[in-house]
C-alpha cells in the first residue's frame, strides 16, 4: 500500500456503508479526498453516507454532483430522489425517479415511489406503477386505491397510513400533507402526519400536528394515542399519560392501547402495573402474533427471562415460520441459562431467514458463552453486515 494512495480509503469508506457507520465512512473519504481520489468516485459515496445520516441538503449536494459525472448511476439517483422528498421538493423527486425508468425500466422500487408520487394527481398512471413495481407497498397502494371511494383526501391518508406500515415515512409525510391540504380540519390524517413527521426526524412539525389533531378531535383514540407515544418515545411520561389512559377509555378493546400504557408504567417503574396491562393485551388479542411479539421484547429487553420465553413460546406457536419468532425464543432460552437450547433455536432462526442481524447477534452472544470463540466472531462479523449495530 503506498502512503500517498487514496484507494484503500475508499474502500474502507464502501466498507462503513454497507456497514452503516456514516461518520467513520466520512473521515475515510475525507482522507481519500486528500489524497486525489476522483471526485465522481467521492461524491458517489459521499451521498450514500450522508444518506444514512439523514442530511439530505448534503445527499442533494453530493448526489447532483455525482451524477453531473456519470447520470446513469441509478443508486446514486435513487439518493437524490429520496432527498428532494424529505426536502419537499416531490416534483424534482418524481423527475428523478422517472429518469431511472427510463435508464431501467424494471425498476421496482422506482416504479413502487413514482406509483404512490402520482397518487394525488395522476391516478390512472400511479396504478400502472404500482402494479409494475408489484412490491407489497405498491400492492397495498393499488388495493387502497380501488376501494377508498371518491374522496381524494381519505385516498391520500389511506396511502400515507400504508406507507407508515411499511416503514416509509417520507412517503407517508409526503402523501399525508397531500391529504390535510385538501382537508384542513382532518383530524385523523394531521394525526398520522405528526406520527410520519416524527419518524422522519422532524420533531417540531410533528408535535404540532398531533396537538392540532387532538385540538380538532379531543375523542379521536388514534390522535390521543399518537400524542401519547409521542411524548412516551420522548421520555416525556407525565405528557405522555393522560393522552394514552383516554385512548384507552375510548377504545378499551384496543390491545396496541394495551401495550402502551404497559410500556408508560414500565418507564414510571410501576412493573406491576405493566404486566396487568401485558395481561390485559393478550387477553384481548389471544391469537394476534403482534401482540405476543411485543410482549416477548417487552420482557427480554429488560431481561426478564423467564416471562419474556413464556410470551416468545406462544409467539412461536402462532407464528411457527417467523424467524423473528424464533430468534426471541432462542434469546429467552438463553436469559434463562439453556444456551445449548438457545443455539439450537437460532440456527432455526438463521435458517428461516439468513439475513436476520439480531439472530446472528444474538447466536454470537451464545457462541461466546459456550468458549466457541471462532463461530461467535464469524456470527458478530454477519450481525454487522447486516447492519445489527446501526
Known amino acids: 500500500m503506498r502512503p500517498a494512495d487514496p484507494a484503500p ?10 456497514w452503516g457507520r456514516a461518520e467513520e465512512g466520512l473521515a475515510a473519504l475525507a482522507a481519500a479526498r486528500e489524497l486525489g481520489a476522483a471526485a465522481v468516485q467521492v461524491d458517489a459515496l459521499a451521498a450514500a453516507l450522508y444518506a444514512l445520516q439523514g442530511n439530505w441538503e448534503a445527499v442533494l449536494a453530493s448526489g447532483r454532483a455525482a451524477l453531473e459525472a456519470n447520470p446513469g448511476d441509478v443508486a446514486t439517483r435513487h439518493r437524490v430522489a429520496l432527498a428532494c422528498l424529505a426536502l419537499e421538493r416531490p416534483a424534482d423527486a418524481r423527475i428523478h425517479y422517472r429518469a431511472i425508468l427510463a435508464l431501467d425500466p424494471a425498476d421496482a422500487l422506482a416504479h413502487e415511489r413514482l406509483g ?35 374522496d381524494p383526501s381519505y385516498r391520500l391518508a389511506r396511502v ?9 415515512p417520507l412517503f407517508a409525510a409526503w402523501a399525508l400533507q397531500e391529504a390535510v391540504a385538501r382537508s384542513p380540519a382532518y ?20 408535535l404540532e400536528h398531533l396537538e392540532g389533531a387532538v385540538r380538532l378531535a379531543p375523542d379521536s383514540a388514534l390522535a390521543r394515542s399518537l400524542l401519547g407515544l409521542y411524548h412516551l418515545q420522548a421520555g416525556n411520561l407525565e405528557a405522555a399519560r393522560p393522552h394514552l389512559e383516554a385512548a384507552y377509555e375510548l377504545q378499551p378493546e384496543n390491545p396496541y392501547f394495551c401495550l402502551d400504557l404497559a410500556a408508560l408504567y414500565a418507564g414510571l417503574g410501576q412493573y406491576a402495573a405493566a404486566d396487568i396491562w401485558l395481561e390485559e393485551a393478550t387477553r384481548l388479542a389471544p391469537q394476534d402474533a403482534a401482540v405476543w411479539e411485543a410482549v416477548a421484547r417487552f420482557y427480554l429487553d429488560r431481561a426478564m427471562g423467564e416471562q ?11 407464528a411457527p415460520q417467523s424467524a423473528v419468532a424464533h430468534d426471541l425464543l432462542g434469546w429467552g432460552y438463553f436469559l434463562t441459562g439453556r444456551a445449548t437450547a438457545a443455539e439450537e433455536i ?45
Not at 400515507?160 to 416509509?168: E, F, K, M, P, R
Not at 419474556?308 to 402462532?318: D, F, T, Y
Open 187 to 206: 383530524a385523523d390524517a394531521h394525526a398520522l402526519l405528526g406520527q410520519a413527521l416524527a419518524q422522519a426526524g422532524r420533531s417540531e412539525a410533528a
Open 160 to 168: 400515507g397510513q400504508l406507507c407508515l406500515a411499511h416503514g416509509q
Open 116 to 150: 404512490i408520487l402520482l397518487t394525488a394527481s395522476e391516478a390512472v398512471t400511479a396504478s400502472e406503477h404500482l402494479r409494475a413495481a408489484a412490491t407489497p407497498l405498491a400492492a397495498d397502494v393499488a388495493a387502497a386505491l380501488a376501494t377508498a371511494g371518491d
Open 9 to 18: 480509503h475508499l474502500r474502507l469508506a464502501r466498507l462503513y456503508a454497507d
Open 346 to 390: 437460532l440456527l432455526r432462526a438463521v435458517e428461516l431467514d439468513p439475513n436476520l442481524a439480531s439472530a446472528h447477534a444474538h447466536l454470537s452472544q451464545v457462541y461466546a458463552y459456550l468458549g466457541q470463540d471462532e463461530q461467535a466472531q464469524m456470527a458478530m462479523q454477519r450481525a454487522v453486515d447486516l447492519g445489527a449495530y446501526r
Open 308 to 318: 419474556g420465553l413464556s410470551a416468545a413460546q406462544m409467539l412461536v406457536r402462532l
